[in-house]
């Protein structure tokens, strides 16, 4: 963004607020990326910082770990996340919630597999 900014203020002899208008930027926003240095190419937000803080509320990665070896237990292998998590519950464990349980299972879920509810979505193929 700072470099389109420039070429425009250059080339095009806009001004920094006519510039920043015309690729839908605030001033304020340009001056802060110009202040700091950076071009607004990359999304920073997006980016992995390995000396970010884990948020006040996130699982321990031990938390992680244990939920993950639950939930490949050999015994709940025909069993729903929600079956798995009332199961573990009436044995008066538990881990976290069922949909941070839901969204771990997901992590570990094989790329291709499918959710047994999405396959009355899907399309069938003309023959």
Not at 42 to 60: C, G, T
Not at 63 to 74: A, F, G, H
Not at 77 to 82: E, I, T
Not at 94 to 99: A, D, E, G, K, M
Request: net charge positive; aromatic share 12%; proline share 6%.
């Amino acid at each position: 963004m700072l470099s389109l900014v420039a070429y425009l203020v250059d080339e095009a002899k806009l001004s920094i607020e006519q510039a920043c208008d015309l690729i839908g930027v605030s001033r304020s926003g340009f001056y802060f990326w110009h202040y700091r240095g950076d071009d607004c190419d990359v999304d920073r937000r997006k980016i992995y910082n390995p000396n970010r803080k884990p948020l006040p509320w996130a699982l321990p990665p031990t938390v992680v770990e244990q939920i993950k070896s639950v939930l490949s237990r050999p015994e709940y292998a025909d069993m729903s996340v929600r079956q798995i998590y009332y199961s573990e519950l009436a044995q008066h464990r538990r881990y976290c919630s069922l949909r941070t349980m839901n969204r771990i299972a997901a992590k570990i879920r094989e790329p291709d597999e499918e959710l047994h509810w999405w396959k009355k979505f899907r399309k069938k193929p003309q023959d």
